[in-house]
């Protein structure tokens, strides 16, 4: 059941990052033609900037957690394996485990907050909510969430060996 679960919502997510980053792509070569390869009638959309900036947004918080499940994140493994015997060290990720999922709670709690406070704020250029760019927060923040939680409950993250949701066998995420 949990690997269902986890296989939808790791779809949902990378799905949301390929058109995310297929988009801003896609924008970003039109506006380069149309600034520099057309003559002068043609210009930039004027929205184009502040769309893909914006976009970068949602990338950035959903490729977080993408990085959490591989074990992509800078840890200090060198550090903790030279100062710390095994059992410190095991006490020592578990601490920062948690202080990482009490952080990620927090934001969510608050992006979710500072989004419903931005829904009636529009971008200049497009008549699009600004709360749609607000709302990558606590999205992002709820991915990264499970993934810490998961690498709490299991010691390792249970689904990283594969992009479906656990068809090979799991990596271990404390090291590079």
């Not at 792509?25 to 959309?45: D, E, H, K, M, W």
């Not at 947004?57 to 493994?77: C, E, Q």
């Amino acid at each position: 059941m949990l690997k269902r679960i986890y296989a939808v919502l790791n779809a949902v997510r990378g799905c949301a990052l390929i058109a995310a980053l297929s988009g801003m792509v896609g924008l970003c070569v039109v506006q380069i033609v149309l600034r520099y390869f057309t003559s002068a009638s043609l210009r930039p959309f004027a929205w184009g900037d502040e769309l893909m900036r914006l976009t970068l947004i949602w990338i950035a918080f959903l490729a977080g957690s993408v990085g959490v499940r591989t074990g992509a994140h800078l840890n200090l493994d060198y550090f903790m394996d030279k100062l710390l015997k095994p059992g410190q060290r095991a006490v020592l990720e578990k601490i920062i485990l948690i202080t990482a999922l009490a952080s990620m709670a927090l934001l969510v709690w608050y992006g979710i907050l500072q989004t419903y406070a931005n829904k009636d704020q529009y971008l200049q250029n497009i008549p699009i909510s600004v709360a749609w760019f607000y709302v990558a927060i606590p999205v992002g923040c709820f991915y990264i969430f499970i993934e810490y939680l998961l690498i709490l409950i299991y010691g390792r993250h249970p689904f990283a060996g594969s992009s479906a949701g656990g068809e090979n066998p799991p990596v271990d995420t404390t090291g590079f």
